[in-house]
């Protein structure tokens, strides 16, 4: 508490303090710019609060360091190099106050200079913790705009500043010009600094950097003056100086936004400031022709050409590699790595100007993988996504020696390839292999249709169609065949156990086909009902006959054996892959519109569809049909049950469609 309190008490402080200097240098700025004060308090104006704006500087930039751990190191090297520029101010006034002649160098000229490499270092720290990463081209944007302000700087002002800065000692000479040297650097940075922000530099590096360009300027202004002759001590001049280092001070306590930002070299904005750099550093090179400028201004323009021809080569190679990789992603599926279905189709249109070599044939072969879809339902996409990147990297490895691989999308493959007659059925076997894996709870196949180029096509249109009627075909027969054997298999088995059961199951699975229609489901769908009507009681075959034929009520534990029967029929159902959509209706098929069902509580449309027609027409055919503890109801009282039901127990689509079924059914009947 005592250290919280103590910084409340500085925070505090400094407030009074930001606010103190703000009076005194609006003072100053009346003294020097209307006499407020009169030429007899021009000491006090000139020395003490002039140097005591300064002093506040050093003590805000010290402070913002020692308070705020971030950005801690550049607030403190700003702040020791307003130190030194204070520690010469002082010396100044205590030595060379009135005096007519100022040796050069002098202790005072140590202390000015001593600011700038500080302040060089913690703009560039500043950049480092604020800005963060950025292209390699906002450098040269920057070190565009940087070196032709710079260049613009020197052809105006520096040839009479250089002028009267080459007369006397060596020691002198150096002195005099170092201070236009040290403020074009200082320029050149603040403007490339903002040059990496994107031209929004936010407030804090806003405030930040037009305190330094009033400093630059200031010295500049002061350094052409005095070379003219014309300086006159205590005029509006003076102010630039401590405004300058307010602006600083201020800075320091101005929040600095969020913590390295990462620049985008994009928008106009970004092109705008560096194209007038250039035609700047243009204009000083023609001007050359005409007039004199300094050397440091023809070099610096110079070398902002040059600068400009390096980013134009970095720019025309992000071009290109932009291009290229644009034509890439849209030639390459993005999952896999593997070629997309645009690239099949221009390589068969290459493929179609070209016949192939003699002896050869051109081959291609569709694949869809079989089971995916139930692998991607039980393990999750994302492993879902490995194993068609695995299966594809086997596929396009089978391929390499005879053509290419394709992704298609979704879960369809291609291959291309040139072959003998001989080697068509081992590329297609291969093909249908290398896209196949099995595990435990699954297994995954393809189905594959192929066409040979151009003797049963000759575009590459009719190629993908055909190849695509001839996979689906090839699908159809192999579902149908490994679906039929597995289900024949288990009705089978339940028809020798229970007989009664089996009659109910045939039963609704014809009404359930049937309502499936009425609801417009596609033709695997309706398949899909039909098996999961006839198999959702099979998890029966595990309950005991005891219970099954229990002429009374269930007991609460009876009743708990029995909900397990959705669960043991879907594991006994997806033992069979061919099933395993089967399993999962069968598996929700005593689940409740109002979520009271088992086993999962699933409700409303969290059921699935085909379950929850299963449900409604083994609910119908259950109360249409003699049972050892209830006896048969009239059609037309099951259907008021079902009505009953509906939004409750049933889903009220499902019951709608059956009761529009069972018209259709008597209308026939008549």
């Known amino acids: 508490m005592a250290v919280l309190s103590s910084r ?77 520029w204070t520690a010469g101010e002082i010396y100044y006034s205590v030595a060379f106050a009135g005096s007519e002649s100022v040796p050069i160098p002098s202790f005072a000229d140590a202390g000015y200079l001593g600011f700038y490499p500080f302040a060089y270092v913690a703009l560039i720290v500043l950049m480092r913790n604020r800005i963060g ?42 002195t005099n010009l170092a201070y236009p040297i040290f403020d074009l650097t200082l320029l050149t940075l603040v403007v490339t600094a903002a040059a990496f922000t994107g031209w929004r530099p936010g407030l804090s590096w806003l405030t930040l950097g037009i305190g330094l360009i009033v400093l630059a300027v200031s010295d500049g202004i002061y350094l052409l003056q005095s070379a003219q002759e014309t300086y006159v001590e205590g005029s509006l001049l003076d102010a630039g100086w401590p405004l300058g280092v307010l602006l600083l001070a201020a800075a320091a306590w101005l929040a600095p936004g969020p913590k390295r930002t990462v620049v985008e070299a994009r928008g106009l904005r970004v092109a705008i400031l560096p194209a007038a750099a250039t035609l700047i550093a243009i204009g000083v090179q023609s001007a050359e022709r005409y007039t004199v400028i300094p050397s440091i201004a023809a070099g610096l323009s110079l070398l902002t050409l040059l600068v400009v021809v390096v980013r134009m080569g970095l720019s025309f190679r992000d071009t290109q590699a932009s291009l290229e990789s644009s034509t890439r992603e849209a030639l390459t599926d993005p999952l896999t790595g593997m070629p997309n279905r645009r690239r099949l189709m221009e390589e068969l249109d290459a493929a179609a100007q070209a016949p192939p070599p003699s002896g050869q044939l051109r081959l291609l072969v569709m694949f869809d993988l079989d089971g995916f879809k139930a692998y991607n339902d039980g393990f999750g996409h994302p492993a879902g996504d490995a194993l068609l990147t695995r299966l594809g990297g086997r596929l396009a490895a089978f391929a390499a020696p ?67 009627r001839r996979m689906y075909a090839n699908k159809n027969r192999e579902r149908a065949s490994a679906g039929s054997q597995s289900r024949d298999v288990l009705l089978t088995a339940l028809r020798e156990r229970q007989p009664e059961l089996h009659a109910h199951l045939v039963d609704v699975a014809a009404l359930a086909r049937l309502v499936a229609d009425e609801l417009g489901l596609d033709t695997e769908q309706r398949d899909e009902v039909f098996r999961a009507a006839e198999l959702h009681d099979i998890g029966k075959m595990a309950i005991p006959d005891a219970i099954l034929s229990k002429p009374g009520p269930l007991d609460a534990q009876e009743w708990e054996f029995m909900r397990k029967h959705t669960l043991i029929g879907e594991r006994i159902i997806a033992s069979a892959p061919a099933l395993v959509p089967v399993a999962r209706l069968v598996r929700s098929s005593h689940e409740r519109w109002d979520g ?20 409604v027409c083994d609910a119908y055919q259950a109360m249409v049909s003699e049972r050892p503890y209830s006896v048969a109801m009239r059609p037309a009282r099951a259907m008021e049950e079902l009505a009953n039901g509906a939004g409750s127990q049933f889903d009220p689509a499902a019951v709608a469609a059956l009761q529009r079924v069972a018209s259709s059914l008597s209308a026939a009947s008549v």
Not at 35 to 60: E, P, Q, R
Not at 64 to 80: F, P, Q, S, Y
Not at 596 to 615: C, F, H, N, W
């Open 8 to 84: 409340r008490q500085s925070f505090y402080a400094l407030r009074v303090g930001g606010a103190l200097l703000a009076l005194a240098f609006l003072a100053f700025f009346l003294h020097v710019a209307f006499g407020f004060g009169g030429a007899a308090d021009s000491d006090l104006f000139n020395v003490w609060i002039y140097d005591a704006l300064i002093l506040g500087a050093v003590v805000s930039c010290l402070a913002r360091a020692i308070l705020v751990r971030r950005e801690r190191l550049a607030w403190a090297l700003l702040g020791i190099g307003l130190l030194a």
């Open 133 to 174: 990463s950025f292209p390699a081209t906002r450098w040269l944007d920057g070190l565009i705009v940087g070196t032709a302000v710079a260049a613009l700087a020197a052809a105006m002002a520096l040839e009479p500043i250089v002028d009267a800065s080459t007369s006397g000692d060596t020691a002198a000479i150096v």
């Open 402 to 468: 005879h053509g290419s691989a394709y992704r298609l999308g979704g879960d369809e493959f291609c291959l291309l390839a040139e072959c003998t007659a001989a080697e068509v059925d081992g590329l297609v076997g291969g093909g249908a292999a290398a896209l196949s894996e099995r595990g435990e709870g699954f297994l995954v196949t393809a189905s594959q249709g192929s066409v040979l180029l151009p003797s049963e096509a000759d575009t590459p249109e009719a190629a993908l169609q055909l190849a695509d």
């Open 596 to 615: 009271d069902g088992y086993p999962d509580q699933l409700k409303g449309e969290q059921i699935p569809l085909g379950s929850r027609i299963v449900a």
